[in-house]
């Protein structure tokens, strides 16, 4: 289960964008590309991005704050949810948790 904490995470918080600050959402975005499009390791994709996510090196904050916060513009329908993940049950957890990245990808990669 942990192979897929990273897409637990990133998932959830994709389908609760108000968790992110305006640029986070985005950063998360950027990251659910690469984990679902190109398929690096998070440990790689924490090296590529060790910079920009260095508390000292950025001034954007990735979390909300009370007057600043994600938000999809419409409103987007998830064919997916962590509540399908766990109805799936324990032994289908890995597999249900990358379909549920790839549906979240697919849905925000519609125009």
């Keep these: 289960m942990g192979a897929v904490h ?5 998932c959830f918080h994709l389908q609760h964008p108000h968790l992110y600050s305006p640029e986070g959402l ?9 984990f679902v499009g190109q398929g690096p390791s998070p440990a790689a994709v924490r ?3 060790r910079t920009q996510v ?7 904050k990735i979390t909300s704050t009370a007057v600043a916060f994600g938000v999809y513009d419409p409103p987007v329908n998830w064919t997916m949810t962590a509540v399908d993940v766990i109805a799936g049950g324990p032994e289908n957890y890995s597999e249900l948790v990358q379909a549920w990245a790839q549906s ?3 849905v925000l990669s519609r125009p």
């Design 47 to 49: 090296q590529q991005n």
């Design 6 to 10: 990273h897409l637990m995470v990133l």
């Design 26 to 34: 985005v950063y998360a975005r950027q990251l659910l590309e690469q």
């Design 104 to 106: 979240i990808h697919q």
């Design 54 to 60: 260095n508390s000292h090196n950025h001034a954007r």
